[in-house]
Each structure stands twice: as structure tokens, then as C-alpha cells.
């Protein structure tokens, strides 16, 4: 059964740093591609980055500079660590694998405010 679960979201001033975690399993994520969208209120969700089986990365041009995406193969893990946060950055970040279909897990929430 394929299960992801993310983490590491919360509180947080403009300017600071998060890192997100989303745990796998039913599979192996060094042989999938795996992706972070993320949703904020009243908006549609938007890829965020993603990591392919051999290991490219791709990010939204928003994040581009703050934003990496990492996996530890021994974990079965995908990261997200986040840098220089900014309110825009608040919303509901979701983790991703695609195996045929897409697997969505339930997400996290980070908020970016004084």
C-alpha cells in the first residue's frame, strides 16, 4: 500500500527556514519521480519542485534560489527545505509520487508571519 506522510510544517517569521519531510512507503522513492505542491487559501495548487528518478530538479520560478528538494535513499524520504520564507509562501504543502497514477499524502500547513 502506498503511503506518504508529510511533515516539519508550522509556525514561522518572514525570512526563516522550514525543512518538510514526507516519508514513503509501498515503495521506493529513488525509483519514482516525487514532487511538493502546495495550496494557500483560496487558490489552486501549484507544483513547488520535484526530483526525478535520476535525480534532476526542477523548481517553480517562485522558489527558485530558496527552495531544494533532496531525498535520502536509506530513508525513503523526500525533503523540502525552505529558506528565506516569505508570506507568500503560506499554504498547505502537499507530497507527491507518481506510479502510474498520482499518490497524494495529506499535507502540511506552514504559516509565514510576524
Known amino acids: 500500500q502506498v503511503q506518504l506522510v508529510e511533515s516539519g510544517g508550522g509556525l514561522v517569521q518572514p525570512g526563516g527556514s522550514l525543512r518538510l519531510s514526507c516519508a514513503a512507503s509501498g515503495f521506493t522513492v529513488r525509483l519514482l519521480a516525487m514532487s511538493w505542491y502546495r495550496q494557500a487559501p483560496g487558490k489552486e495548487r501549484e507544483l513547488v519542485a520535484r526530483?526525478?528518478?535520476?535525480?534532476?530538479?526542477d523548481y517553480a520560478d517562485s522558489v527558485k534560489g530558496r527552495f531544494t528538494i533532496s531525498r535520502d535513499n536509506a530513508k525513503n524520504t523526500v525533503y523540502l527545505q525552505m529558506n528565506s520564507l516569505k508570506p507568500e509562501d503560506t499554504a498547505v504543502y502537499y507530497c507527491?509520487?507518481?506510479?502510474?497514477?498520482?499518490?497524494w499524502g495529506k499535507g502540511t500547513l506552514v504559516t509565514v508571519s510576524s
Open positions: 507527491k509520487a507518481y506510479r502510474g497514477t498520482d499518490y
Open positions: 526530483i526525478s528518478a535520476g535525480g534532476g530538479t
